[in-house]
Structure formats: C-alpha cells, structure tokens
T-cell receptor
Framework: GAVVSQHPSWVICKSGTSVKIECRSLDFQATTMFWYRQFPKQSLMLMATSNEGSKATYEQGVEKDKFLINHASLTLSTLTVTSAHPEDSSFYICSARDAGGTKGTQYFGPGTRLTVL | GQQLNQSPQSMFIQEGEDVSMNCTSSSIFNTWLWYKQDPGEGPVLLIALYKAGELTSNGRLTAQFGITRKDSFLNISASIPSDVGIYFC????????????????FGQGTILTVHP
C-alpha cells in the first residue's frame, strides 16, 4: 500500500530556533502534499497545500514566512518552522496524494511531535 | 467555509457492542472518508465513499454516503478493544470529471473507548 514517512517523529527545540520536518512518499509519486497541525484533543487543521515545483498555498491565518514549505521532488516535501516559540508546539502531520491514483486519495504520515521550550 | 459536525464527541462502550457515529455538513461533498487515529499516530483511512447513497463495508465497519451528499455515518459491529481510538470523518470536493480534487475538511472526531 501507499506509505508516507515523516522525519523526525519527535523533536524538542529551544525557543527561537528553526526546525525542519520531512515528509516522504515511499512507494508512489506525489505532486501534491498537505501539511496539517493538530493540537491535543482537536481535529486536524490544514496549514498549507504543497505542490511539486511551485509555491505552496497557505490557509487563512497561517504565516507563510514562519512555516516555510518546499516540495522539490515528487517524493519529498519539507516544512520548516522558523523562529519557533512554545505556541508552535503541536503535532504536525503530512499527507500525500498519489499522482497515479484516480480518486485523489490522501495518505497520511505518522506525524511529528514538536515541543518548543 | 465548510463545516463538518461529527457526533457523538465520545463514546464509552462494552466489548461486543455495536457503535454508530455520523457527520453532517452545511454543504455537499463529492467524497466522504472515514479515518481512525491512534494516539501519537497519523490518521489511517478506513473507508472511502464516492457516490451518494453508496454503502460500503470493510470487515466489521460499514459506512454510507448520504443521499443529500451532506452526511455520512460509520457503524462498527461487535467492537473489540483494539477499536479504541479517534475516528474522523472528512469530506472532499472534486470536479465533475473527477480529475481535480479539493482539500479535505475534517470533522471534530469521535473518541471511542471500549471496555473489555
């Protein structure tokens, strides 16, 4: 089946530092990937849509200069949280849409737990 | 924007009981999806529904796409302890030709607890 990986699975950083999270589609090509954020006991909130070879589309209220997204290949998208602060602590989940699929199905990664001290 | 209302918010049941949860939307979707999320993990797709009225099963799970395209339900029969987790519905729009797909809109989730 379609597998999506994320790295790292968890990260702890100091306030003011930047953190990069990778999302990879392992056995399929993904022209479109999505980045979500999930706070405890809440649903997934879409942050941005990442398109291979073009700029990401950010949801309303998400700062594009703070959450940098790069989708340089058909199997890799990265999310960089710049100048992280404690309020950025959350569970970040990516998903990838199979470019060869016919139903637009999104496959989710296992998530990255970010804790900013 | 589109809103999905998922209910119930939480359920506490005994092993062996059946479970039902549903989602309603203020507007229509072309696709309804049901996901399960275990603690500290990403969501896993359980069932995908693509046509109004469609009824689909996956083992002990059954889901239906409402006729109005504004609702969907998920049933779990004969629950077992490993059914514990958070269940999310999600709606998705696509174009008439099914070649362009929109983003997912998620419900608030249903927390399921199964007592042995």
């Amino acid at each position: 089946g379609a597998v999506v990986s994320q790295h790292p699975s968890w990260v702890i950083c100091k306030s003011g530092t930047s953190v990069k999270i990778e999302c990879r589609s392992l056995d399929f090509q993904a022209t479109t990937m999505f980045w979500y954020r999930q706070f405890p006991k809440q649903s997934l909130m879409l942050m941005a849509t990442s398109n291979e070879g073009s700029k990401a589309t950010y949801e309303q209220g998400v700062e594009k200069d703070k959450f940098l997204i790069n989708h340089a290949s058909l199997t890799l998208s990265t999310l960089t949280v710049t100048s992280a602060h404690p309020e950025d602590s959350s569970f970040y989940i990516c998903s990838a849409r199979d470019a060869g699929g016919t139903k637009g199905t999104q496959y989710f990664g296992p998530g990255t737990r970010l804790t900013v001290l | 924007g589109q809103q999905l209302n998922q209910s119930p918010q939480s359920m506490f049941i005994q092993e062996g009981e059946d479970v039902s949860m549903n989602c309603t939307s203020s507007s229509i979707f072309n696709t309804w999806l049901w996901y399960k999320q275990d603690p500290g993990e990403g969501p896993v797709l359980l069932i995908a529904l693509y046509k109004a009225g469609e009824l689909t099963s996956n083992g002990r799970l059954t889901a239906q796409f409402g006729i109005t395209r504004k609702d969907s339900f998920l049933n779990i029969s004969a629950s077992i302890p490993s059914d514990v987790g958070i269940y999310f519905c999600a709606g998705q729009l696509s174009n008439a030709g099914g070649t362009s797909y929109g983003k997912l809109t998620f419900g608030q989730g249903t927390i399921l607890t199964v007592h042995p």
